[in-house]
């Protein structure tokens, strides 16, 4: 009988027990003709569905039921059980760490295996004469293309001994040449010698179907992720970050000193969390064929942790695994990777120094991994660990609140909205504090620079402010405005008790001919334009510009994106100062000159934003020339961007308003000032200050970052395109690839 002749009988058999007939199982094959019949089964469970008026899997298993001595039609089940479970993975792909059963194992799988006779055939089948103990074999759970089982082996006569696994590859699988090859010869390329081996599973036996491995207990990264986050994350979780984070790379470093091993597939299913403890097992080395496409499917919940050289098929993956820990990482931090491999915005927010880290590790393009590591092309998970928990402890030191613990709640949302300077002064500090012990830290001028000019902006902002209202009280004839004055008179400049009087000493006098203080009917609508300026100064570069230095990242460019840095650099810096000198030259000079201090505020305002988005456009779209990964490959899809961009028009519409209507009211063409002043003033708060900056501001914050961050990583590259190849000793290549 041919193995096509074998495979109709089967299927003629299976047609008799759908329809209630007397199937003939127990004379139909012998073990060899079983193997290889079961190979003939199609691996998409739908075509070997479709050929039967009904479900063929419930009748058959009925029949087992009453007929249990056939241990090859339990073979069978398991195996057409297997390959549903397997499509339905691959085409109803679950949320992480969410197992999603397409039938009742417990009632099914562990049943069959616990039979004697579906035992003693799956050693037939599978060759499992090794020494294996099978009536110790029990259903574990599925894998992707496999079986996963309990099995003790036969030496092991103690009942407390521990449990091997055992993965049966699915038959129809084994068709498949690469899959095949790398089950065979996984024992081989995987099985380690060394003695203490903590956080990877050894393999102790392989061949033709099957993997005999270390049974650990405890469940998947992914299931426990799942079950503690059940009742909801922080947003942005730094203890946990450090948790796992540590612990991941503990593993990633043992791997390395066990052979310099590429794991291919890091991904949540395939880390084990040991029982009692955070102790991390990686297990299931080597590609997954489902990324491969060397089986069909859509890529699934986990698609996102493995480097696409793995998903391409490319022979050379040493660098894979920095991919897949970037990723992880992200996980471990609360967030959940995009599919589009960028770094998500709650890290440019909370943690800049994290996300660039992150940037480094999951470009797609492998040879822009470890780009701010320097030339080498070496991959030293121990040096990236010592990296990581020292970004780790900057970023947290300087997260607001100080707990390493972010959230979305109402106090952080109202000083985001209302507070002027929204603690970044305090931030700036936390963060120069944590590295200004780090010498040899090239980040460390960097960081000194952004805290000098948050707090010298929030200085300026604040004696603008103070001198304002101190003006506006003066104005007023409030005796609190006048008593100060004269008080630093008699005792500061020691004037006697008659001479003191409240001239302001030095400032009073750059006062023009006809501005007097006090006149409340001709100066207040000055002093109330001038505090909305003052005001909105202090939070526009509080809330956008105070963690951003263009200029110390494009280091390495040249032409149009070096000036366009350069000039948001200097936009960025001078608007500390530009506004506050605007608002003060109307308190300390000329108070009719407010309608035309505005207008010139407001042009300046058109001027820097331009640069700004100009810098930021620029430096994406040399990111894409130059193949740089980590920025979205579209500016819309860059939220913040285009609601900058948003802010052009509008502004420049409000820029000619404001010099006409101004111009008018300064001419005195226009009487009604008042007016004039409280809307510019309700404009400042309401549309600028609150709306733009409050709300509007954290999403263009994370697109400038992004920005400045993507110039650094086109200056790398442009440098090291053009640096001579540097002598390094040749990477390894990975050991091999495991079964999927």
Not at 235 to 240: G, T
């Amino acid at each position: 009988m041919t193995l096509q002749q074998s495979y109709d009988a089967l299927i003629n058999e299976i047609r008799a027990a759908v329809t209630g007939e007397d199937p003939h199982f127990d004379d139909l094959f012998g073990a060899a003709q079983w193997s290889s019949v079961l190979r003939e089964l199609p691996a998409e469970f739908r075509y070997f569905n479709d050929r039967f008026d009904e479900p063929p899997i419930d009748k058959l298993f009925a029949w087992w039921r009453t007929h249990r001595a056939n241990g090859f039609v339990g073979v069978l089940l398991l195996t057409l059980l297997g390959l549903r479970e397997s499509e339905y993975r691959r085409t109803n792909p679950a949320p992480l760490g969410v197992t999603q059963l397409g039938h009742d194992c417990e009632n099914t799988c562990h049943v069959l295996t616990r039979n004697p006779a579906v035992q003693a055939a799956l050693s037939d089948v599978y060759g499992l004469g090794r020494g294996l103990d099978l009536t110790t074999l029990r259903f574990h759970r599925h894998g992707t293309t496999s079986l996963i089982l309990k099995v003790r082996q036969a030496f092991q006569r103690d009942s407390f001994a521990e449990m091997r696994a055992l993965k049966l590859l699915l038959a129809p699988f084994l068709t498949i040449e690469s899959i095949a090859d790398a089950t065979r010869q996984y024992a081989t390329k995987y099985g380690m010698r060394q003695d203490n081996v903590t956080h990877l599973v050894r393999s102790l036996d392989s061949a033709d179907g099957w993997i005999l491995m270390e049974f650990v207990e405890g469940r998947t990264l992914a299931e426990t992720l799942q079950h503690e986050r059940r009742n909801g994350v922080a947003e942005f979780d730094f203890a946990e970050l450090e948790r796992w984070g540590k612990v991941l790379f503990e593993a990633l470093v043992e791997m390395q000193k066990l052979g310099h091993l590429t794991h291919a597939d890091l991904t949540p299913s395939n880390i084990i969390v040991k029982n009692e403890d955070d102790d991390l097992v990686l297990v299931d080395l080597g590609r997954n064929y489902l990324y491969t496409r060397s089986i069909m499917g859509v890529d699934g919940a986990e698609s996102v942790y493995v480097a696409p050289e793995v998903r391409e098929g490319n022979a050379s993956i040493d660098r894979a695994d920095l991919y897949s820990l970037g990723q992880l990482l992200i996980l471990f931090a609360g967030s959940r990777p995009n599919s589009d491999a960028t770094v998500p915005d709650v890290f440019y927010e909370q943690a800049p120094l994290i996300a660039h880290y992150l940037e480094d590790l999951i470009d797609r393009s492998p040879e822009h991994r470890l780009l701010t590591a320097g030339l080498s092309g070496k991959v030293d998970y121990q040096e990236l660990c010592a990296a990581f928990l020292d970004d780790l402890e900057i970023a947290s030191a300087a997260a607001q609140g100080g707990d390493g613990r972010t959230a979305s709640t109402l106090w952080p949302l109202i000083r985001e909205v209302v507070g002027p300077y929204r603690g970044e002064p305090g931030r700036q500090r936390k963060l120069w504090k944590a590295i200004r012990s780090k010498r040899g830290d090239p980040r460390r001028a960097q960081i000194g620079k952004q805290y000098f000019w948050s707090y010298f902006s929030a200085i300026v902002s604040t004696l603008t402010v103070i001198f304002v209202i101190w003006w506006f009280a003066r104005d007023a004839e409030w005796d609190w405005g006048n008593r100060p004055v004269e008080m630093f008179n008699r005792f500061v400049l020691n004037k006697p008790i008659g001479d003191a009087g409240d001239d302001f000493p030095v400032l009073d006098r750059l006062r023009v001919g006809g501005y007097e203080i006090p006149d409340w009917e001709n100066n207040w609508q000055a002093r109330l334009v001038g505090l909305s300026y003052a005001l909105l100064g202090a939070k526009l570069y509080q809330s956008l510009f105070a963690r951003l230095s263009p200029l110390s990242a494009a280091f390495g460019t040249t032409g149009r994106l070096r000036f366009r840095a350069w000039a948001a650099e200097l936009s960025m810096r001078s608007f500390a100062v530009v506004n506050s000198l605007l608002v003060l030259s109307c308190t300390f000079v000329e108070a009719r000159f407010w309608p035309l201090a505005s207008a010139l505020g407001q042009t300046y305002a058109v001027i820097f934003n331009w640069s700004c988005i100009k810098f930021a456009e620029s430096s994406f779209k040399e990111a894409r020339i130059s193949k740089i990964s980590t920025v979205p490959d579209h500016d819309g899809k860059v939220s913040g961007l285009s609601k900058y961009g948003e802010w052009l028009p509008s502004s420049f519409f409000y820029m000619i308003i404001v010099w006409v209507i101004g111009f008018l009211i300064y001419t005195g063409v226009l009487k009604d000032g008042w007016l004039y002043a409280s809307t510019v003033a309700s404009v400042n708060i309401g549309l600028f200050y609150v709306i733009k900056c409050g709300l509007g501001g954290p999403p263009i914050r994370v697109a400038l970052q992004r920005a400045v961050m993507a110039t650094e990583r086109v200056s790398l590259v442009r440098r090291n395109s053009s640096a001579p190849a540097p002598r390094v000793a040749p990477v390894a290549q990975p050991v091999g690839e495991g079964a999927a």
